[in-house]
């Protein structure tokens, strides 16, 4: 089989028409107000309170600021209970607020935090609990509600994966305490780099407000030590302009998927994760498993192999958070699911501009790779 012209990466971002870009622009130069929450900043936050169905929803410049800064409004303190299955920026921004992450296993069905250990793990030290939607995949959000409450503890979701994405058809940032959503360019909707933070709390709104732009209440007044984490008006511009593509964008991945299930479907070595019934998904990553007791080709192999085609797929998440040198382990604890999907993940190339064809043409390389 030949290999690609062109590098086919895990994903592409969702481009609006230049055209459409263009117009923007020129309507922001003509107004000369480029960023500190103006027309199209405000015109977001509208239209993305009403896309994800949510209460309340703040923008920030990015994903990351946006969690560490919820920990902040939140006032954790000490001890928080976390995934290792994640991307570094969740349990960075525990520690950029001196938290200390407390890491929990991971279910092998959903890869999200396993709800039977949780109470194991609480101490007279935690204030909060940190789970991740993986993949867009929700966490059993009642059973984390119930642990919270009984335990007097804040949830803040890391629904980086999540836009769009519902559970028992109310948009997923609805629960916990506070959601965190990822506008970056590698995401079904986003503004080049940016992120939201959504809410039930009215109270919240003036904080997250606050704390982003450096605690300035008035021209003379600056109430906390607030940050910069705003999100400037190219940025909302282009936000605006994905939006009206994201429904397409989740079609067409949606279609893909259904191919490379039906292609990949027969090969013993792979599996997925399975849908849950009550949940609208999103499609932002498309995750296979890689046993590497049925083929001489393991996940290194296969992604290694890929590469000889053209192919970039990632191995989100390898390593876990708790192998990196700088996470501080509290305990010698294993996590004996999160190694094992860790060591067997993939995740294969996934955009709406990814044509049919070449969807096939992947799922036949790694067929025939995982036959040799
Ligand atoms: N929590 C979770 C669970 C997250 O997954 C993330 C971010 C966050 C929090 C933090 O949210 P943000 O602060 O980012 O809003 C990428 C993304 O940068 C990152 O946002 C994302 N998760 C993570 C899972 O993936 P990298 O280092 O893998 O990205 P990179 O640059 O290797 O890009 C991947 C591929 O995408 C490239 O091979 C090609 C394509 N690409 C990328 C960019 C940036 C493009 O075609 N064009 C582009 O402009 O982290």
């Known amino acids: ?94 520690l950029q607020n001196k938290l200390t992450p407390i890491f929990c296993d991971i279910n092998l069905y959903d890869f999200n935090i396993k709800i039977d250990e949780i109470e194991d793990l609480i101490t007279s030290k935690t204030s909060a609990i940190m789970p991740v939607h993986v993949f867009g995949n929700p966490c059993d959000v009642e059973k984390i509600e119930k642990i919270a409450q009984e335990n007097s503890l804040k949830v803040i979701y890391d629904a980086a994966h999540c836009f769009g994405v519902e559970y028992n058809n109310r948009g997923i940032g609805n629960f916990g305490d506070v959601s965190m959503f ?18 039930n709390d009215p109270d919240l709104k003036e904080t997250f407000n606050l704390l982003k732009n450096f605690g300035i209440k008035s021209e003379e007044e600056i109430v906390l030590p607030g940050t910069n984490a705003k999100m400037n008006e190219l940025q909302a511009a282009i936000g605006l302009l994905t939006l009206k593509l994201v429904d397409n964008e989740i079609e067409k991945r949606k279609r893909l998927i259904t191919i490379y299930r039906e292609k990949l479907g027969k090969i013993k070595c792979i599996s997925y994760l399975s849908e849950k019934k009550n949940v609208k998904y999103n499609y932002q990553y498309f995750p296979i498993l890689i046993d590497d007791k049925c083929s001489v080709m393991n996940r290194d ?26 996470v501080r382990k509290e305990t010698k604890k294993s996590f004996p699911n999160a190694e094992k999907i860790s060591s067997q993940i993939l995740c294969l190339p996934l955009y709406g501009e990814l044509s049919e064809e070449n969807v096939i043409k992947i799922a036949e390389i790694i067929t025939f790779l995982l036959k040799k």
């Open 182 to 199: 990822s506008f970056h360019a590698t995401k079904i909707f986003h503004t080049i780099e940016g992120g939201a933070l959504t809410y």
């Open 1 to 94: 089989m030949l290999p690609f012209k062109k590098p086919i990466y895990i994903t592409r971002p969702n481009l609006p028409p230049i055209s459409k870009v263009y117009d923007k622009i020129k309507e922001i130069w003509e107004s000369k107000w480029l960023t500190n929450m103006g027309a199209q900043h405000k015109n977001l936050e509208l239209k993305l309170l009403n896309f994800l169905d949510v209460k309340y929803l703040t923008l920030f410049c990015n994903g990351t600021l946006a969690l560490q800064l919820a920990c902040q409004a939140l006032g954790l303190t000490g001890e928080v209970i976390t995934t290792p299955f994640t991307f570094s920026a969740t349990v960075n921004s525990l």
């Open 301 to 326: 192999k296969i992604y290694e192999k890929l590469k000889d085609y053209n192919i970039f797929s990632r191995k989100y998440f390898y390593p876990l958070i708790t192998d990196y040198k700088f």
